[in-house]
Structure formats: structure tokens, C-alpha cells
């Protein structure tokens, strides 16, 4: 069985730092291409991070400097610690694995992925 289960999310003022969990079961994150993407209310889901299964480690524009994204692969854990936070960080993030690497779209393009987690919400306000 396939499961990823986000956690780690809550309010934060600006400036603030959060970090973010995925725990991965159901096979070897070594093996594939992983991403952190994240959806406010009204946009289209947002590519923020991705390390493919080479070790290439990827970020969206908006958040480059402030987040980082790393793994565990003994824990099969996926970490996304962000600092720097800033209201419009404010969304659902969730983390999702690439099964098939199909290089046919950008790593941070979410069709790519097939497995997600239900998401955790990150708010940040004053």
C-alpha cells in the first residue's frame, strides 16, 4: 500500500519559520522523484520543491533562498523547512512521489506525480 501523510502545518506570523513532514509508506523514496506542492484558495496548485531520484534538488521561484527541502531515506521521510514566512505562503501543501519518471514536463509540474497526501495547511498572518 502507497500512503503519504503530511503533518507539521498550523499558524505562523510573518517572518516565522515552520517545518513540514511527509511520511512515506509503501515503498523506497530512493527510488523516485518526490516534490512539495502547495494550493491557495482561487489558484492552481504551485510547484515549491522537488529533489529527483538523482539528487537534483529543484525549487520554485517564489520560495528559493527561504525553504528547504530534504529526505530521510531511513525514516522514509520528506522534510520542507521554510523560513521566512510570508502571508502569501498561506496554503494546503502536500507532498507526492513521481512513480514513473516520464521526462516529458518540468519536475514541479503536478501532473507528473500520481501518489499525493491529503495536505496540511500552513497560514501565515499577523
Known amino acids: 500500500q502507497v500512503q503519504l501523510v503530511e503533518s507539521g502545518g498550523g499558524w505562523v506570523q510573518p517572518g516565522g519559520s515552520l517545518r513540514l513532514s511527509c511520511l512515506a509508506s509503501?515503498?523506497?523514496?530512493?527510488?523516485?522523484?518526490i516534490a512539495w506542492f502547495r494550493q491557495a484558495p482561487g489558484k492552481e496548485r504551485e510547484g515549491v520543491s522537488s529533489?529527483?531520484?538523482?539528487?537534483?534538488?529543484n525549487y520554485g521561484d517564489s520560495v528559493r533562498g527561504r525553504f528547504t527541502m530534504s529526505k530521510d531515506n531511513v525514516k522514509n521521510t520528506i522534510f520542507l523547512q521554510m523560513s521566512s514566512l510570508k502571508p502569501e505562503d498561506t496554503a494546503v501543501y502536500y507532498c507526492?512521489?513521481?512513480?514513473?519518471?516520464?521526462?516529458?514536463?518540468?519536475?514541479?509540474?503536478?501532473?507528473?506525480?500520481?501518489?499525493w497526501g491529503q495536505g496540511t495547511q500552513v497560514t501565515v498572518s499577523s
Open positions: 507526492a512521489i513521481d512513480p514513473f519518471d516520464i521526462r516529458d514536463r518540468p519536475l514541479l509540474h503536478p501532473a507528473r506525480y500520481t501518489y
Open positions: 509503501g515503498f523506497n523514496l530512493d527510488l523516485y522523484n
Open positions: 529533489i529527483s531520484s538523482d539528487g537534483y534538488t
